[in-house]
């Protein structure tokens, strides 16, 4: 299926015709063409939103919640139809698609929908010298937002809805790895009433329409998610240019697990947060620490747990792990592995490619641990991203919490202990955005999501989210004493 850019409501073919082919991993095939949209293409869009701009932005926030609430009922509505599709351009298994990615592309909308109602600004009177300050949180104009191919419809819509629900017209490119969901949003959004030009969709690479995106002189705020290497491209790029930038970046997250957790629980939860989505989550706990008393024991049964996991054709109602992403991506983590053994790290478990019956050509890899007994090696400094997680021992509470904070990345980490004095102080000292205690990926939209250190600036998410989408501005009112 050949996809089209999508510009005022309308879809079309980029000015100069040139195109990227779209890959089912599960089959290792192309299975269809994207628009590499050029500068021109970006400008178009841009004239579009800049177009529609001064109308949306004087619509009323009960008129924005009412089309943002219906493309979320829409979503819903064509759950299988987005979620296979998530699936195919993906590698993901539908089952996931189906009960994590789409629906929670319908809750973005639907918070923000809900959310636009109830945002407020500030008010200050200044006693003692007749005046009173307001602040005005206006809309910023034309905003980009870029999003990466892990969860695609998931953080696109993540960073759209807030974008639109506060009044901006947006200029948005998904990842071209994975642009199908993307792009049938866009019959939805028409569905749904959204005003022509208030969301342009353009495709294409990173390094052509991405960097278009981001050095568009009147594009004034850019948010993006992403790898860290990008980011600080990106960085460079708008920061001379004075935009507002969010920067959601990588992470290596530590998943630090204490003697005197619920075991069971922690267990269950472990495997998920290493391997969910084929490990390709920016939130996923790659670092695991165990204290040395418990250490033998979870080595143990989490091998076992991750045994049975089951990689298998995306379509398959059992497959636990699908495909990974791409050709190049699967070569990454495979790059890693070998990294690991000249490390002298210890493969316990995986490993290994995996050819799948019917799919030989496809990209599938066994869920991996790694036994490292060095903090400094490569696979616990630098991010993989895919289904490899190691595994490491620790003593003492201190020696945890130096592990922990010893990387560049700061995305987030989970703690399983009972102990709440060590909950409050890891709590405070981890370096790093979020933090999860006896729990994993437990999201509260309302929550300020990001990372610090090379995980990125800023925050999305509740107000965090339409606090950057729009340009606070003071008042100030002197009136007769
Ligand atoms: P990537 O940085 O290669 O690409 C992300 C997006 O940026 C894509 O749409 C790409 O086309 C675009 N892009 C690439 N170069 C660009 C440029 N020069 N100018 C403008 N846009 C450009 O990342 P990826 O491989 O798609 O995604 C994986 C990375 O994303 C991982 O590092 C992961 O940790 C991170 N991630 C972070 C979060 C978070 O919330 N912190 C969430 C998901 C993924």
Not at 67 to 93: C, M, R, T
Not at 414 to 441: A, D, E, H, P, Y
Request: proline share 5%; aromatic share 10%; net charge neutral.
């Amino acid at each position: 299926m050949n996809i089209k850019n999508y510009i005022n409501a309308e879809f079309v073919n980029p000015i100069d015709e040139k195109y990227l082919d779209n890959y089912n991993p599960s089959i290792g095939k192309v299975y269809g063409q994207i628009p590499n949209s050029s500068k021109e293409d970006v400008e178009t869009a841009y004239r579009a939103a800049a177009k529609a701009f001064p109308k949306w932005s004087a619509t009323s926030l009960e008129e924005r919640s009412k089309i943002l609430s219906k493309i979320a009922y829409l979503i819903l509505g064509k759950l299988d139809v987005l979620a296979e599709a998530e699936s195919k351009d993906n590698g993901k298994p539908i089952s996931l698609a189906k009960s994590v990615d789409i629906p929670r592309a319908a809750s973005n909308f639907q918070f923000f929908a809900n959310a636009i109602t109830q945002f407020s600004s500030e008010a200050h009177e200044s006693v003692g010298f007749n005046a009173v300050n307001f602040t005005l949180r206006q809309p910023i104009g034309v905003v980009g937002c870029i999003s990466p191919w892990n969860l695609p419809l998931y953080l696109f819509t993540w960073k759209i809805a807030p974008a639109m629900a506060a009044g901006n017209c947006v200029v948005a490119k998904p990842s071209e790895i994975t642009p199908m969901t993307a792009f049938l949003l866009g019959e939805i959004c028409n569905e749904a009433g959204l005003p022509k030009g208030v969301l342009n969709i353009v495709h294409g690479l990173g390094t052509t329409t991405g960097q278009a995106i981001v050095a568009h002189p009147n594009i004034k705020a850019i948010s993006f998610t992403g790898g860290t290497k990008t980011g600080a491209h990106i960085a460079s790029i708008a920061a001379p240019m004075f935009k507002k930038l969010s920067l959601e970046l990588g992470g290596k997250n530590p998943n630090i697990i204490f003697a005197d957790c619920d075991y069971e629980k922690m267990l269950a939860t472990t495997v998920r947060s290493s391997f969910s989505n084929q490990g390709q989550i920016c939130l996923c706990g790659s670092r695991i620490l165990i204290e040395e008393k418990i250490y033998d024991q979870f080595k143990k049964d989490f091998i076992k747990k991750v045994k049975q996991l089951n990689v298998d054709h995306p379509s398959k109602s059992n497959s636990d792990i699908g495909a990974l992403v791409s050709k190049e991506h699967l070569e990454k983590i495979e790059s890693y592995i070998e990294i690991a053994e000249n490390e002298g790290g210890k493969i316990v478990c995986g490993g290994l490619e995996v050819t799948i019956p019917g799919f030989e050509n496809g990209y599938y890899f066994q869920p991996t641990i790694i036994e490292v007994t060095d903090n400094s090696c490569r696979v616990n400094q630098e991010e993989i991203f895919g289904p490899v997680v190691t595994i490491m021992s620790f003593k003492t509470d201190e020696e945890a919490l130096i592990l922990a904070n010893d990387t560049k990345y700061g995305l987030s980490s989970t703690i399983w202990t009972n102990n709440l004095n060590r909950t409050m102080q890891f709590s405070k000292q981890l370096q790093t955005g979020i933090v999860w205690v006896n729990t994993w990926m437990l999201r509260d939209l309302r929550t300020p999501f990001g990372g610090i250190k090379d995980s990125g600036v800023g925050r999305e998410g509740g107000f965090e989210a339409l606090r950057f989408f729009t340009e606070p501005k003071n008042v100030c009112i002197k009136f007769p004493s």
